[in-house]
């Protein structure tokens, strides 16, 4: 080989210093490097120089300064500068010194001061490292020495790392799982921090109602670490079709929308309310969203009742007018003027009663309800009264007639009003007849005392059995009536065409009468009437069967809609349509 390139390749491998990179990832790497860089000796022989050569060139080394005595000296300048850092609290400019001191002359005692600078660093891995090579390093004769240094390594391993983890929301379980299980478990969003040995860890964030999270962490030896999540809530869908269409839904007090609602929504308990123009209110329904299902509800809202306030005021000013007129008859006698005096009082006492007695949001079936008892009581008590009191004869002509004592029956009308109203004041809380309701029990009283003075006036005309065959009447309506309402949902206006459909029936009986028998006054005329009003009734319930059945909701609202769709391919189109509320 030429002289030259020898000479040159002892140059370079002098000259240069390559770090390798595995001894830059170890935890000595300061000096890991500077003991990579190549010595003269080493150089010397790796390289084929002459003997010659290889004296002139140690010569020149040791000539030029590069000596044992002037690393020594360099040695030493560093060591001094790394105390003097080190006690003015500049660690890591110590660290730099002291392996500097360390590559000229490497020497085990430096370990320790690099080890200490690193643990006032608070990175005791790189302690523990410089104290474990510096066990390696210390002589045979020193076991003392590497005894005490053992102790120190155990007791810095032993330091756990602090974890502290703060999520939102606030309030989820911290578990970080090791080798060998649980190692550590606490609480989100604390003070004190989960402590574990170093190593490699699965830290898990769980929360009731979120999505768990899970990663894997490496902590080293006393390190201090904090994480923060922000915690994606679990969701499900929520699904709400109301009728009416236009009602309005909250979802804890806050307004979503009117009459349709889908949304996804976090899971847990809701409380949902509904509410429209005259309609009922439904509020603080129970909902419950599960994780990855849709929970539909279908939610129909009742009409307000109409309030019956007014029917009572008028039905109580008539009364008060009746009570009235009647009462200043009975004490000044058949007197046009007091009689008209005491009707003015009573209507008078009838409407400032009703106006404040009556309350504002009384349900026109519980007002139904109220009239007619007080109707029926003062009806029966009348029929009582005269079938009791009247004392019927027969007159020469061979007819009958019939003495009735007309204040003993006015009396027993007034009580048997008093105690029916007093009944369904009483009853009208647990009963809640609704406004239907009431108007067919209503109507089952009328039509069945109208049956009954028909029934006696087509077959019998002893008035000794008038006030029980009309009483029978009565209360065979009263109880039809209470049947078909418990046995049927009957609206009010149902209820009133039926009642039309009769009337007309009992007129159309009674015309067809004059049509048979002109100008007479026929004693078929009540079974025409009877027959008329039976076949008005069965026909007017016939033709409104289907008066109350629900209805298809129309559509309301009908829109255009542009939205977007993917193909197979991924590629978006457009596509039009139109949407409505159904």
Known sequence: MPLMRRLLMLVVGLGLTV??????????????????????????????VPPVLRDFITSSWNWIGVSRRSRNRAAQDHFSRGGTLYNQGDYEGAIIEFVAAYCDVPHYTVLYNIAQSFERLVQYERAVAYLERMIKETPPA????????????????????????????????VTLLGSHGIAAQGAANKDTPLKVRSGRYRLQVHLPGYEPIGQWIDVQIGQPYSYYFSLKPLTGTLEVLTDPPDARIFIDNRLVAKGAHVERMPIGKYSLRIEADDH????NIPIEVRDGRTTKLNISLDQKPRSGRLELIVASSLGGASLGGGAFTTIFGENSTAASLGSALGLGIGIVGGYFGVPKNIPVGSSSFIIGSTLVGAAEAALVAAWINCDPFQKDSGTFDEHCDVDVISGAAVAGSVAGLLFAAITEDKLRFSAGDAAVINSGAIWGSVAGALFFASFDSDPRIAEPVILAGLNLGILGGGLIAARNEISRSHSALIDVAGLAGMI??????????????????????????TVGLITGTYLTRNMDEPTTVPIRTLKPQLSGVRDITGRATATIGMGGMF
Do not use: N, W, Y
Not at 143 to 158: D, G, N
Not at 280 to 283: D, S
Not at 514 to 530: M, Y
């Open 280 to 283: 009922v209110t439904k509020k």
């Open 19 to 48: 770090p390798r990179a595995a001894g830059a990832q170890s935890g000595t790497a300061e000096i890991d490097q500077c003991l990579q860089r190549p010595t003269l000796a080493r150089v010397l022989k790796k390289t084929p």
């Open 142 to 173: 020193a076991s003392a020495v590497r005894e005490k240094l053992r102790f120190r390594v155990q007791v810095l391993k032993k330091l756990p790392a602090q974890i502290k983890v703060a999520t939102m929301p606030p309030g989820a379980t």
């Open 508 to 533: 159309a009986g009674v015309a067809l009468v004059d049509v048979i028998e002109p100008g007479t006054r026929s004693e078929r005329l009540p079974h025409f009437a009877l027959a008329g009003m």
